[in-house]
Nanobody
Framework: QVRLVESGGGLVQAGGSLSLSCAAS????????RGWFRQAPGKEREFVAA?????ATNYADSVKGRFTISREDDTLYLQMSDLKPEDTATYYC????????????????WGQGTQVTVSS
């Protein structure tokens, strides 16, 4: 089993930056991919970014060039810059056995989420 705990969310003005962390415990290395998703009120949870065991990365078009996913030891990071009000959401990390999937059903061990609010 894997336990994931997100942190680093907060309130930031548009154009600002924020860094999220996802600490993992348990058998994290049995999973090939670690990813970030987000869910805004009234909307479905959507893919943000993912990173594989070998360091390959994948981003949603909406965040490409602004967000950077990285991994160090058992902690996953999401560096967010040039934030926009539409980035406001609860951000979740999760793991998957698959690569190149952006489907929430292919991910599991969801953390509790961390809130990011971007004011205009």
């Amino acid at each position: 089993q894997v336990r994931l705990v997100e942190s680093g969310g907060g309130l930031v003005q548009a154009g600002g930056s924020l860094s999220l962390s996802c600490a993992a415990s348990g058998r994290i290395h049995t999973y090939y991919t670690r990813g970030w998703f987000r869910q805004a009120p009234g909307k479905e949870r959507e893919f943000v970014a993912a990173i594989s065991l070998v360091g390959a990365t994948n981003y949603a078009d909406s965040v490409k060039g602004r967000f950077t996913i990285s991994r160090e030891d058992d902690t996953l990071y999401l560096q967010m810059s040039d934030l926009k009000p539409e980035d406001t959401a609860t951000y979740y990390c999760a793991v998957s056995e698959y690569w190149n999937s952006k489907d929430t059903t292919d991910f599991g061990s969801w953390g509790q989420g961390t809130q990011v609010t971007v004011s205009s």
